[in-house]
């Protein structure tokens, strides 16, 4: 079992749906980060969490340290939010763990 | 433009042959850190260099080294170099060590024939 499972896997949406994706972690960190790969490979941070949550726009992620969950939530999805978004997490060393990524698609 | 620069953007090479990336990070951010992201294996954490220093070392190869010059750009060493090794490799900067978040280069994308 992989420590950061994301779902889905793979999402497709309508322009101006709200979607929800989801990373769980099996162990113990000191930070979660939200990170969106283009299609053209380039990789944006969006956020980093350890506790609560945090708005930036149309993005919100919120995390629960108990429950070891994080959901990154995009209102009124564009299709320019098309991209993969991928979880991971610091667990006190400088190492990052990553989940395999949330392929989404938001269809105009 | 991220501020995170990684030359080349593409590379083409054969097996057996070794390579050099570089990364310079953004003004001002002291620590640099490589990954790899395969399409089987997703993105994984490679080293991590601060000021200078390694700092931490997570799935690197052993035929893979890397170094931190003074004026803080960063190259890392590909060698013996096998069709599995093929990959983007991520070269991202933070202000100091620990978690202050990253920016990331464009990576590197390395094809080995």
């Known amino acids: 079992k992989n420590e950061v499972e994301q779902s889905p896997q793979n999402l497709t949406a309508q322009e101006g749906e709200f979607i929800t994706i989801n990373c769980s972690y099996s162990?113990?960190?000191?930070?979660l980060h939200w990170l969106q790969q283009h299609p053209g490979g380039g990789i944006v941070s969006l956020f980093m969490?350890?506790?609560g949550k945090k708005k930036h726009g149309r993005l919100i992620a919120t995390i629960n340290i108990q429950e070891k969950h994080s959901s990154l939530h995009i209102t009124a999805s564009h299709p320019r939010d098309s991209a993969v978004y991928i979880c991971a997490v610091r667990r006190g060393s400088e190492k990052l763990v990553f989940g395999k990524g949330t392929k989404l698609t938001v269809n105009p | 433009d991220s501020g995170v620069t990684q030359t080349p953007k593409h590379l083409i090479t054969a097996t057996g042959q070794r390579v050099t990336l570089r990364c310079s990070p953004r003004?001002?951010?002291?620590?640099v850190y490589w990954y790899q992201q395969s399409l089987d294996q997703g993105l994984q954490f490679l080293i991590q260099?601060?000021?200078?220093?390694?700092?931490a070392k997570g799935n690197i190869l052993e035929r893979f080294s890397a170094q931190q010059f003074p004026d803080l750009h960063s190259e890392l060493n590909l060698s013996s170099l096998e069709l599995g090794d093929s990959a983007l490799y991520f070269c991202?900067?933070?202000?100091?060590?620990?978690?202050?978040?990253?920016?990331f280069g464009s990576g590197t994308r390395l094809t080995v024939v």
């Open positions: 991202a900067s933070s202000v100091m060590a620990g978690d202050y978040g990253y920016t």
């Open positions: 969490l350890s506790s």
């Open positions: 260099y601060y000021n200078g220093e390694e700092r």
């Open positions: 003004s001002g951010d002291l620590s």
């Open positions: 162990v113990g960190i000191s930070a």
